[in-house]
């Protein structure tokens, strides 16, 4: 069973709303923090949000702030990247990860299960 599975890319003009999903395995979504990464060709895969296990504690890249918000319903076992005000330099492939512990991370390397990742195309 694939742990994670990302949904709710596509193209979207500047300026405009996107809202990403990111449906988990109950074994997976049950054991710790969980976190949204981007990753454009040629560069490393960066930190976008992280949301703890409970979902009252959150981390944000500096360059989403104020824009995107994570969230989380443990109930549905999904995480939700809710993306406002976007912008060309947020086009990218998101990914969507957890980690066996709680802590919401910024390092893609203290990750254990990835999604496959979806594309968002932000158009100026």
């Known amino acids: 069973q694939v742990p994670l599975v990302e949904s709710g890319g596509g193209l979207v003009q500047a300026g405009g709303p996107l809202r990403l999903s990111c449906a988990a395995s109950e074994r997976t979504f049950a054991i710790g923090a969980m976190a949204w990464f981007r990753q454009v060709p040629g560069r490393d895969r960066e930190f976008v949000a992280a949301i703890t296990r409970g979902g009252t504690g959150t981390n944000y890249a500096d360059s989403v702030k104020g824009r995107f918000t994570t969230s989380r319903d443990n109930a549905r076992n999904t995480m939700y990247l809710q993306m406002n005000s976007l912008k060309p330099e947020d086009t990218g492939v998101y990914y969507c990860?957890?980690?066996?512990?709680?802590?919401?991370?910024?390092?893609?390397?203290?990750?254990?299960?990835w999604g496959q990742g979806t594309q968002v195309t932000v158009s100026s």
């Open positions: 990860a957890s980690r066996r512990v709680n802590g919401a991370s910024m390092e893609k390397s203290e990750y254990d299960y």
